[in-house]
């Protein structure tokens, strides 16, 4: 199953827990900005609470469905079209048919949200997360494997698991 990035929002993430094993190496954790609501969302489509979620910053992405895949936005209370209709409140989960595009618009108060989908994100891991980190100029900076999403991307999101 996989997901089409349309538009891909103000700034839209693949997080997990981030990488708590590598502080050893001076590595930072990263991960999930809010893991209380990653942890609700992936329970709320049958996820392990570190599943990989998309983690939507003031306003979200645009994504085509390219197969049935059920979803949950979990957090702050993004406000969502399916197909252009007003689509059910944060928190409630919901499927996805082939062809349906899901739009997350901004939210009225908090600024993040996660869109968790049954089976989680398929992303390539680094240090045990889909996560990196990269040095400039001294600097440490978070990215995230197929990092901040573009237009037209499609192999990284790649939804792997079951149907609601």
Not at 70 to 79: K, L, M, R, S
Not at 82 to 89: D, E, I, L, M, Q
Not at 105 to 121: E, H, S
């Amino acid at each position: 199953m996989s997901l089409r990035v349309r538009e891909p929002g103000l700034q839209s993430l693949l997080v997990d827990f981030g990488r708590a094993r590598a502080r050893a190496l001076g590595v930072p954790v990263g991960g999930a900005a809010d893991r209380a609501a990653l942890t609700l969302g992936n329970a709320l489509v049958g996820n392990d609470p570190h599943a990989v979620a998309l983690e939507v910053t003031l306003a979200g992405p645009t994504l085509e469905a390219r197969h049935q895949v059920a979803c949950v936005i979990f957090g702050a209370p993004f406000q969502s079209r399916v197909n252009g209709a007003p689509h059910t409140p944060a928190g409630t989960t919901f499927t996805l048919e082939a062809g349906d595009v899901l739009q997350v618009g901004g939210t009225p108060t908090g600024a993040r949200g996660y869109l968790c989908v049954a089976g989680g994100f398929d992303a390539p891991e680094v240090l045990g997360t889909p996560m990196l980190v990269v040095a400039t100029l001294g600097l440490l900076v978070n990215l995230v494997a197929f990092a901040l999403l573009r237009e037209g991307a499609q192999e990284s999101l790649n939804v792997e698991g079951a149907y609601l």
